[in-house]
T-cell receptor, first 115, second 111 residues
Framework: GAVVSQHPSRVICKSGTSVKIECRSL??????MFWYRQFPKKSLMLMAT?????????EQGVEKDKFLINHASLTLSTLTVTSAHPEDSSFYIC???????????FGSGTQLSVL | DQQVKQNSPSLSVQEGRISILNCDYT??????FLWYKKYPAEGPTFLIS?????DKNEDGRFTVFLNKSAKHLSLHIVPSQPGDSAVYFC??????????FGTGTSLTVIP
């Protein structure tokens, strides 16, 4: 089955630093990847849609300058949380669509804790 | 505006009994529906899906029912097992370009 690898699984950083999260599709080419954020006891909130070779499409209310998304290849998308603050602490999850498919394949998530 | 809703945040069921998780949606253009299961600190995993041209899809202990006129789908798990305890998200898609998730239902199966 399709596998999406997300790294790191957990990161603790100081306020003001930047954190990069990687999302890789291991056995398929992902033309579209999505980045979600999950708050405790709430739904997965779509942050942005990332298409290979083009700029990401951000959902309303998501700061594009704070959450930088790069989808440089068909197997890799990165999310960089710039100048992280404690309120950015959350569980971030990526997902990918295999070309022509209708299912999302999810990464295992990254727990970000900003001190 | 929440286009996919799961009105029950939690559900407890005895082991061996049936678990029924419900999901409502508002957009009649949705043509594909999915259920995902999520354990704490892990990404969701795909469970089962159904196309809008069907009203039922079954996979082992899991069955999804779709009522298009009511814009309602449900996931039945029978018999329920303690390992089924997780948060279940329903999701809807139109042409696979955008996925909308419900807020999740936390299922606890009591041994």
């Amino acid at each position: 089955g399709a596998v999406v690898s997300q790294h790191p699984s957990r990161v603790i950083c100081k306020s003001g630093t930047s954190v990069k999260i990687e999302c890789r599709s291991l056995d398929f080419q992902a033309t579209t990847m999505f980045w979600y954020r999950q708050f405790p006891k709430k739904s997965l909130m779509l942050m942005a849609t990332s298409n290979e070779g083009s700029k990401a499409t951000y959902e309303q209310g998501v700061e594009k300058d704070k959450f930088l998304i790069n989808h440089a290849s068909l197997t890799l998308s990165t999310l960089t949380v710039t100048s992280a603050h404690p309120e950015d602490s959350s569980f971030y999850i990526c997902s990918a669509i295999r070309g022509g498919g209708e299912k999302l394949f999810f990464g295992s998530g990254t727990q970000l804790s900003v001190l | 505006d929440q286009q996919v809703k799961q009105n029950s945040p939690s559900l407890s069921v005895q082991e061996g009994r049936i678990s029924i998780l419900n999901c409502d949606y508002t957009n009649s253009m949705f043509d594909y529906f999915l259920w995902y299961k999520k354990y704490p600190a892990e990404g969701p995993t795909f469970l089962i899906s159904i196309s809008s041209i069907k009203d039922k899809n079954e996979d082992g202990r899991f069955t999804v029912f779709l009522n298009k006129s009511a814009k309602h789908l449900s996931l039945h798990i029978v018999p329920s097992q303690p390992g089924d305890s997780a948060v279940y998200f329903c999701a809807a898609s139109n042409t696979g370009n955008q996925f909308y998730f419900g807020t999740g239902t936390s299922l606890t199966v009591i041994p």
